[in-house]
């Protein structure tokens, strides 16, 4: 894991733990009636006082730690590959989406977008990089992993809004065939996902083509329901 100004946190495939930088003013300790809770009382009682320890945490550390929670159970349950490295579009796009509580809990039957929605990339991607968006940048984030490297936001943002375009399609058979791609891209023998080449067509052959696929996305993202983001 490569050191950068605002990293926040991480999971390491290697040895499956997750490290969170908490980087706002720590929470001042609990009074002692607390802390005798919290090392003294029994199970339901000590469960209740730490969950109320956790909402003592920033906005930024919940987030990072449901972020590579959703890492870390992608890989202990086989999501995704610990021997293959799989499109990091995909990885970083799935742990993206279920950052929001909603998606990590709705049914097929409740298929809203508003469930989806990211809010930090979202208004990243309206107001950053759709003005400098272009035709062939979704091709090239299923080709490579290069554009996280090159302009990470850029690419942390479309991986979000593609995932949640896919996710949370009105047409079954789509869903149906992204399944099918993460369940693949988990069994592919490693390491390494392939050439550029090697990577469009596998997404060709199971999901569609990448550059139908861009009109279709380009008008969900814009839509009006996602269409005027703000910040939370």
């Known amino acids: 894991m490569k050191w950068s100004e605002d990293l ?8 499956n733990r997750i490290a969170v930088l908490e980087r706002e003013a720590a ?10 809770i919290l090392t003294s009382a029994p199970d339901a009682s000590r469960n209740t006082a730490r969950a109320k320890d956790i909402v003592r945490v920033s906005a930024l550390t919940r987030t990072t730690l449901t972020h590579e929670a959703c890492h870390q ?19 970083e796009g799935l742990a993206l989406y279920l950052e929001s509580d909603a998606a990590r809990t709705r049914s097929e039957q409740q298929n809203s977008v508003t469930d989806c929605i990211n809010h930090e990339r979202l208004h990243w991607f309206h107001e950053q990089y759709l003005p400098r968006y272009q035709p062939g ?11 996280f490297s090159r302009q990470s936001l850029d690419a942390y943002s479309l991986a979000w809004a593609f995932t949640c375009f896919l996710c949370s399609s009105d047409q079954k058979e ?3 065939n992204f399944a099918k791609y993460v369940r693949l891209t988990a069994r592919q023998p490693g390491p390494g996902a392939g050439t ?4 469009l067509e596998l997404f060709r052959s199971l999901v569609g083509d990448p550059v139908l696929l861009e009109t279709q996305f380009l008008r ?3 839509a009006p329901e996602l269409s005027a983001p703000t910040p939370h």
Do not use: C, M
């Not at 946190?9 to 290697?14: A, E, L, N, T």
């Not at 929470?27 to 005798?36: F, I, L, M, V, Y």
């Not at 159970?73 to 990885?91: C, D, E, K, M």
């Open 137 to 147: 940048d979704l091709a090239g984030i299923i080709a490579s992993d290069d554009h």
């Open 174 to 176: 789509l869903r149906q």
């Open 73 to 91: 159970i992608g890989f202990n349950s086989g999501v995704h590959s610990r021997t293959a490295h799989g499109p990091q579009w995909l990885v």
């Open 8 to 15: 926040s946190g991480y999971y390491s495939i290697k040895s």
């Open 196 to 199: 550029a080449e090697q990577r």
């Open 27 to 36: 929470p001042p300790s609990p009074p002692p009636a607390e802390q005798t």
């Open 220 to 222: 969900f993202i814009q």
